[in-house]
Antibody
Framework: QVQLQESGPGLVKPSETLSLTCTVSGGSVSSGSYYWSWIRQPPGKGLEWIGYIYYSGSTNYNPSLKSRVTISVDTSKNQFSLKLSSVTAADTAVYYC??????????WGQGTLVTVSS | EIVMTQSPATLSVSPGERATLSCRASQSVSSNLAWYQQKPGQAPRLLIYGASTRATGIPARFSGSGSGTEFTLTISSLQSEDFAVYYCQQYNNWPPRITFGGGTKVEIK
């Protein structure tokens, strides 16, 4: 059974970089035709796709966030990571990591709340 | 960007009744559509992919239909655990640019 777990600071200051890591167990980030993804949800609002990294290492980002987002993978630790630069209060959200096959996500982490505030 | 519009925003249904949720795409997404269920404080759970294929472990009372721009999620007989928010999501083109609908909250009538 694949499990994903997000980790990282719960509070980030405006203009700084948000950094989160997703640790995968029960499967490998470097095998299979999977898309390892980040999705976020502002409090009380809907879901927003941030981007994904394919098992081959190629990436694809939401155009609205592309200039600020980097997703990378560390196969030695079986982890993938999100960096979002120049954050503002609008980036306050629950951040989920998830695994997709095809275009839908069948495994999700529990989510982690990141608040942007000074 | 493909815009996904869900209706209604809130659906009030009695337990045991049928619920019908709609999702419309601003342009054709073929059958590249998924449905998720989200309960408070939980991550979304995949219900349907490919517009009509139930994900592993999803009860048969959940069914999806449609193609192109019009899609429907039907819950044939609502159980207490089905009261939640439901999101549709398209993944057309490849590599996909993903967009979600705004969600439909299914509440107890």
């Amino acid at each position: 059974q694949v499990q994903l777990q997000e980790s990282g600071p719960g509070l980030v200051k405006p203009s700084e970089t948000l950094s989160l890591t997703c640790t995968v167990s029960g499967g490998s980030v470097s095998s299979g035709s999977y898309y390892w993804s980040w999705i976020r949800q502002p409090p009380g609002k809907g879901l927003e796709w941030i981007g994904y990294i394919y098992y081959s290492g190629s990436t694809n980002y939401n155009p609205s966030l592309k200039s600020r987002v980097t997703i990378s993978v560390d196969t030695s630790k079986n982890q993938f990571s999100l960096k979002l630069s120049s954050v503002t209060a609008a980036d306050t959200a629950v951040y989920y990591c998830a695994r997709a096959i095809g275009g839908s996500w069948n495994y999700w982490g529990q989510g982690t709340l990141v608040t942007v505030s000074s | 960007e493909i815009v996904m519009t869900q209706s209604p925003a809130t659906l009030s249904v009695s337990p045991g009744e049928r619920a019908t949720l709609s999702c419309r795409a601003s342009q054709s997404v073929s059958s590249n559509l998924a449905w998720y269920q989200q309960k408070p404080g939980q991550a979304p759970r995949l219900l349907i992919y490919g517009a009509s294929t139930r994900a592993t472990g999803i009860p048969a009372r959940f069914s999806g239909s449609g193609s192109g721009t019009e899609f429907t999620l039907t819950i044939s007989s609502l159980q207490s655990e089905d009261f939640a928010v439901y999101y549709c999501q398209q993944y057309n083109n490849w590599p996909p640019r993903i967009t979600f609908g705004g969600g439909t909250k299914v509440e107890i009538k």
